[in-house]
């Protein structure tokens, strides 16, 4: 017997066992935000957050470099607020690498290649962009 099946031979709890079903049917997560075009001038703010002993957050970082593109690195190991001031950026994504660019959120590193790694040439000489991004 189920939660809902118990609520339900309860005298009196029609309206919790109503209430119950209501719930698991609902999806009350908030919805993502939609991915949107942005178009981002010089001077860029790159920003990446990375843990120790991640492949991804390395290839990410070697792409960066080998552009010769500073960026700032949030470590989720050594800052002790990072990880908390990284879900409040991406609005609850979890997970490393995750990039910023000018504030707007990036993604992951699989949304790094296929957005940015075709700009990296671009962002390096300072021209203007226009890629997708999560969310500001």
Known sequence: MNL???LLKWPGNV???MLFLFLCASDLSSSPTPDKRVTISSPFKIEVYTMIFCGHCKAVKTALEEHNIEYLEHSLVWKSNAHHDMLARTGGVDGAPQIFINNYHV?????FEKEMRGLLPKIARGDTITLTVKSE
């Open 15 to 17: 309206w919790l066992a």
């Open 4 to 6: 809902h099946q118990i």
């Open 107 to 111: 993604g992951s590193r699989s949304d």
